[in-house]
């Protein structure tokens, strides 16, 4: 809301009535409500494209059912094919069009300014609505919405500033005006809107006064009313960050498949708090063999298939890949409030009243089933992945599931007025609230899957919503984790070779110029043509590191070689040392130091990296992203070299 505050701040009043129609409005609405649920999708599947380190690609395939879209949903659609192919011809001098109807497929951020299009099943281009159109009908519904949220208020019946904004009509022409603005003009004010250095300074001469009171009654009314605009204010911001990607299908068909290119954006890394200091250890500690990436993304809870597809670079293998949704997140948080609820209420209960008593027991009967319910469902996930659950991750709330399974029998029989539950020792209301911290704790509203297809170049990960279950929420987040490895283990010998070779050729120099086999004391001499030597110290490293097959460093196959590079570049440096100390004319002692570190630094290197090497075979394979309820089974947690969102994630 502090956008369109601003805007009514900034935007001329108009003198007449922005050309914002009912109808536009209701489609607006209408393409609005299909973008946010998008109940006429039937699955999703993305195709992610992995090469570059930080760098992805993306192209998305949608099912699209139009029996799916509900009666309002395709009464909107079909009023606007007939708003938009409005003529001044006679009817009888139009021809016959194929009937289209026009659907939103998706979001796509503002951020992203790139075209986006939208193809069918043949590949032939759909025509699409451009965004200033969409815009347009977004700004008319969100008037409409407002202006019907703001009169179903009892103060709009009664003296007061509401009734006075919805009477006026340069006040609403000005908010009208400055929702047109805001989401038709490409530009719009970012930033604190509340520092003192957005607020216009109006000087009392400059302005009418009938201008000032006009904005000023619009602001009140807005800034009065901000706990009661709470959700429209959701709705202002989906629409003004994000734009429709509205298409026209042949209304003939019920089924079709679409795909389009979208954006990919990497997340941001936080910034540093303090110098950034060199911390080899580190670097060395960090270099596992694997590259883990995170993808993010934010689906509709309505949805009813998500399918996840990465491919990457030959020569890189996917180890792993596991899919986090947080499908269950809204059953848990009730239920973890419901389980509250009950302590408090089995504090204060008294035994004496039956009626309550058999209220209170049929209550925890039906939370602790829906515990159950919840315990057997990540059991299964866990069963489907192939892993067990953690001895003790689930203690509190299993026991509890315990005991409602042992006195189920009793439970059911609706002839007896017997509490068992009740009756349990075990079910305090310490339980029921340690059973409650455990569900947050242990992110039980998160379900996990993962491939366990052999590793390859392309892997894919698959979840589904149960039919049965009701939809809760309005989005379903989901976490797509990636293990790569370096599928061409033999590669990273040639650069031990490598340094090998450069440390031979140093010390076969030095121990020339010395005349002696051990040239490091204080027999290591110049030599009296330094510049032949120095051109056998470059030259030949230099031939050898041209032979070396080292991808590009911004590739991952590039990322999962860094320590070869490294001591690839450490080796080149090496030579470099020997050949300067040689040019400047030293001699002796420190001649022989010299060239003493630039042999066995490479030497040292390329034994270390060959432990790593060894090392790296051994590492469990599978480190997932895993919620808390499967992290001791999962694998330890490990860092993650890149992390991409989708268009509509929402930075927390």
């Not at 009023?79 to 409005?86: C, D, I």
């Not at 003004?240 to 026209?248: E, I, K, M």
């Amino acid at each position: 809301m502090r956008s369109l505050e601003e805007a009514i701040r900034t935007v001329p009043i108009p003198g007449a009535p922005p050309p914002l129609s009912r109808e536009g409005a209701a489609v607006g609405l209408a393409f609005l409500d299909m973008a946010l649920r998008q109940n006429h999708i039937r699955r999703l599947t993305e195709r992610l494209s992995f090469v570059e380190h930080g760098v992805a690609s993306r192209t998305t395939e949608v099912d699209v059912r139009l029996s799916l879209l509900d009666a309002s949903q395709r009464e909107a659609s079909q009023l606007f094919q007939r708003l938009s192919s409005r003529s001044e011809r006679k009817p009888e001098q139009e021809q016959p069009a194929s009937p289209t109807i026009w659907v939103p497929v998706t979001r796509i951020s503002r951020l992203s300014i790139a075209p986006i299009d939208v193809v069918d099943a043949a590949g032939s281009k759909l025509p699409r609505l451009t965004q200033y159109e969409t815009s347009r009908l977004l700004a008319s519904g969100l008037y409409r919405l407002l202006k019907g949220i703001l009169s179903s208020r009892p103060e709009s019946r009664q003296p007061s500033t509401l009734s006075r904004l919805l009477r006026e009509e340069q006040a609403r022409w000005l908010l009208q005006a400055a929702l047109l603005a805001l989401l038709t003009e490409r530009s719009r004010p970012l930033g604190d809107l509340d520092h003192p250095e957005y607020r216009r300074q109006a000087a009392p001469t400059a302005v009418p006064s009938e201008d000032r009171d006009c904005r000023d009654l619009v602001l009140s009314v807005l800034r009065d009313y901000e706990p009661q605009l709470d959700s429209y204010a959701n709705l202002l911001d989906v629409a003004l960050n994000n734009y429709l990607l509205v298409t026209a299908l042949d209304a003939t068909k019920d089924d079709h498949l679409l795909s389009y290119d979208a954006p990919v954006h990497p997340d941001r890394p936080e910034p540093a708090t303090g110098p950034r200091r060199f911390r080899p250890r580190r670097i060395w500690s960090r270099s596992t063999g694997r590259y883990r990436l995170q993808y993010l993304a934010r689906v509709p809870a309505s949805l009813r298939s998500y399918h996840v597809v990465a491919e990457t670079e030959p020569g890189v293998h996917i180890e792993a890949m596991s899919l986090v949704t947080d499908v269950d997140e809204v059953r848990a948080k009730e239920l973890a409030t419901d389980l509250r609820t009950l302590a408090g209420r089995l504090r204060k209960h008294k035994p004496v009243r039956q009626t309550e008593t058999r209220l209170l027991e049929l209550e925890l009967q039906g939370a602790l089933g829906r515990l159950s319910e919840l315990l057997r469902t990540r059991q299964w996930d866990a069963n489907q992945a192939g892993l067990e659950l953690p001895t003790g991750a689930l203690r509190r709330s299993g026991r509890l599931v315990t005991r409602y399974l042992s006195a189920e029998r009793l439970v059911n029989e609706q002839d007896r007025i017997e509490a068992p539950l009740l009756s349990d020792p075990a079910l305090t209301p310490a339980s029921l609230e340690e059973a409650a911290e455990e569900i947050g704790a242990q992110q039980l509203g998160s379900d996990f899957s993962i491939e366990n297809d052999p590793a390859s170049t392309r892997a894919h990960a698959y979840w589904r919503r149960s039919s049965p279950r009701s939809v809760r929420g309005e989005h379903t987040c989901v976490t797509c984790t990636l293990t790569l490895r370096d599928a061409t283990g033999a590669r990273p010998g040639s650069v031990i070779s490598f340094a090998v070779a450069v440390a031979a050729t140093i010390y076969l120099v030095s121990a020339l110029l010395a005349s002696n086999p051990w040239p490091y004391g204080g027999s290591a001499q110049g030599s009296t043509n330094a510049d032949a030597v120095v051109a056998v110290l470059l030259l030949v490293p230099g031939f050898l590191y041209t032979r070396l097959d080292l991808p590009m460093r911004h590739t991952i196959l590039g990322h999962l070689r860094r320590l070869s590079r490294r001591l690839a570049h450490l080796s080149i440096g090496s030579a470099v040392a020997a050949s300067a100390a040689i040019a400047t004319g030293l001699d002796g002692t420190p001649l022989g130091v010299t060239l003493g570190l630039a042999t066995a630094l490479p030497l040292l290197t390329a034994g270390l990296l060959h432990r790593r090497l060894a090392r790296q075979r051994d590492i469990a394979p599978a480190r997932l992203s895993a919620p808390r309820w499967l992290l001791p089974a999962s694998g330890s947690d490990a860092p993650v070299d890149a992390v991409f969102r989708s268009t509509g994630w929402d930075h927390e």
